[in-house]
């Protein structure tokens, strides 16, 4: 009851600025002191029962000590024992009842131990053990998705199922299809955040549990979609919080991102402290600097995961050059994309609906296909083809100022 109280304390303080302004504020306090309520019973109980438990105990404490009193004075009486013996029961009873009052008296402490015990255990028992695989190469070719199956962590709901593809350096694939069908999931499995049910992830023809986790992170950004940055600069959050970050690299990530400038105008540039989730930025500001963190040491591996739900057209076009820009080096994009801007840059289409690949190929062939798709078919399936068409026949022609399809 303590820690659902204290998540709901947490989780009003992140979200106070909603409840302000949506008068949700009387509603929320309500559910406050429900569970303050809830707690107090759950204490209140626990103390009754300690309490109780402790009484008793004392009690029985007590009258074993009177009865050992009463034998020593008897057998004293009747000359079977010297006065010593008295003494000696007494303090031999007492020392044999002192562990189990301290075991009462230490049983709440014993039980919360217990809990967290079975709680670590079950998150345990969901992770795999940290190994360290010997170094690998750095990763410099492909991407291969091998016949994967995702499910969230300790769930058996398969979100995304048998989904297959191939990219090759300096190639850039946009993932596109209706809400819930399975972009997230699959670009979670993609960087290894998420465990594969069936199926393999391999970069370089290597699977991601051949590289440890902080091997593998040297190779690949990645940009959530609920992003959020740390407490700390500007230039710790782009370096991913390494303790000296060489200045070349951490301006050369936020130039690739067309941040550069923008750090620059703010009131002590790099140095600027970022406060806890970023709140010194606006939402494009932060979406900005957390893609010039997933460029931070120029990664093989590139996944942004809807990265301009928050930016006007000056950073949609920074997101753009710097998608152009991965690739003109080598390396490889996967973009999740509701906006069409978000896979101007990107050569290769994939298409998601219920969980399954759908499609997937050169944009222009994909475009062909779901155009063609939408003609033919039936009108409830041409109208669940249309809003992608859309969206990929938007992408082809390019970002435009306000332009927002939904996919």
């Known amino acids: 009851m303590g820690s659902r109280r204290n998540s709901l304390a947490e989780m009003s303080r992140r979200n106070s600025e909603v409840l302000h302004a949506m008068g949700m504020v009387g509603r929320f306090a309500a559910v406050w002191a429900e569970h303050g309520r809830n707690y107090l019973a759950a204490h209140q109980r626990a103390g009754d029962i300690t309490g109780g438990l402790g009484g008793l105990s004392r009690a029985l404490r007590m009258m074993l000590q009177s009865a050992v009193l009463a034998v020593g004075a008897y057998l004293v009486i009747n000359q079977q024992a010297t006065a010593g013996i008295i003494i000696a029961g007494s303090i031999l009873s007492a020392r044999a009842l002192a562990p189990v ?6 049983w709440r402490s ?4 217990r809990q967290s015990w079975h709680r670590l ?3 345990l028992a969901r992770l795999p053990a940290e190994e360290h695989p010997m170094e690998l190469p750095k990763p410099k070719s492909t991407l291969s998705v091998e016949q994967i199956s995702v499910a969230p962590p300790g769930s058996n709901n398969v979100v995304v199922q048998d989904v297959v593809f191939n990219l090759k350096a300096g190639q850039g694939l946009g993932i596109v299809g209706p809400s819930a069908s399975g972009k997230s999931s699959l670009v979670r499995a993609i960087v290894g955040v998420w465990i594969t049910v069936r199926g393999k992830v391999r970069i370089d023809g290597a699977t991601l549990d051949q590289w440890s986790s902080e091997m593998l992170g040297e190779h690949i950004g990645y940009l959530p979609q609920d992003m959020e940055l740390f407490a700390g600069t500007i230039a710790q959050n782009i370096a991913r919080l390494e303790p000296s970050p060489a200045s070349e690299k951490v301006i050369a990530a936020a130039k690739a991102a067309g941040v550069h400038e923008l750090v620059l105008g703010l009131p002590n540039g790099y140095e600027t402290q970022m406060g806890e989730g970023g709140t010194a930025l606006s939402a494009g500001q932060r979406q900005r600097v957390g893609l010039a963190r997933a460029l931070y040491g120029d990664p093989f591996l590139i996944v942004l995961d809807e990265p301009n739900s928050s ?12 998608i152009l820009g991965v690739r003109a080096r080598g390396g490889i994009v996967v973009v999740v994309a509701h906006r069409p801007s978000a896979i101007a840059g990107v050569d290769y289409l994939l298409v998601m609906r219920n969980g399954r690949q759908h499609a997937f190929g050169p944009k222009d062939a994909v475009l062909k296909e779901m155009m063609k798709a939408a003609q033919t078919a039936k009108p409830a399936v041409a109208a669940a083809a249309a809003p992608v068409a859309a969206t990929v026949a938007a992408a082809l022609r390019g970002p435009t100022r306000g332009q927002d399809v939904p996919s």
């Open 101 to 106: 009052e301290l075991v009462i008296a230490q």
């Open 110 to 113: 014993f039980v919360a131990a």
């Open 121 to 123: 255990n079950n998150l």
């Open 311 to 322: 930016l006007d057209q000056e950073g949609d076009e920074a997101l753009t050059r710097a």
